[in-house]
Each structure stands twice: as structure tokens, then as C-alpha cells.
């Protein structure tokens, strides 16, 4: 019995990965587009509450991990 795929039709769904990347990176391009013509302490400030806010985000899923693990 012959298993070759070449006749399967595309799944509608396979695009969408490459376009996600391609959405991705062009929004990463304008964010960096616009923090290279803000001002530096501006920007400084700008990651200094990313930073604060992910880390906090990372304490919060920590401690819901260990309440809620499964031994």
C-alpha cells in the first residue's frame, strides 16, 4: 500500500502560522520604529513598567502553579 501524501489537499489552516509571524514581526518593527524616535528616559520608563508588570505577572502564575499541582 502506498502512503505518499502528495494528493491531500492543503488544510485551510496552514497558512495561518506564516501570517501570525509575518503579523508579529511587522508589529514588532513599528514598536521599535516608534521607541527609537521617543525620547531615551521615555523609553526607559516605558520598560521599567513592562518589567515590573511581567515580573508580577510571573509571581502570580508561580504561586497559582504550586496551589494548584497535581501530585
Known amino acids: 500500500m502506498n502512503n505518499c501524501n502528495h494528493n491531500r ?10 501570517l501570525f509571524i509575518v ?5 514588532l518593527g513599528v ?8 525620547p531615551l528616559t ?4 516605558v520598560g ?3 518589567a515590573v508588570w511581567l515580573g ?6 508561580r ?4 496551589h494548584t499541582q497535581a501530585h
Open 31 to 38: 514598536v521599535l520604529g516608534t521607541v527609537a524616535h521617543a
Open 9 to 18: 489537499s492543503p488544510k485551510p489552516w496552514g497558512l495561518f502560522p506564516v
Open 63 to 66: 504561586g497559582r502553579r504550586r
Open 42 to 45: 521615555f523609553s526607559v520608563a
Open 56 to 61: 508580577i505577572f510571573a509571581l502570580r502564575e
Open 23 to 27: 503579523a508579529a514581526l511587522l508589529l
Open 48 to 50: 521599567a513598567v513592562i
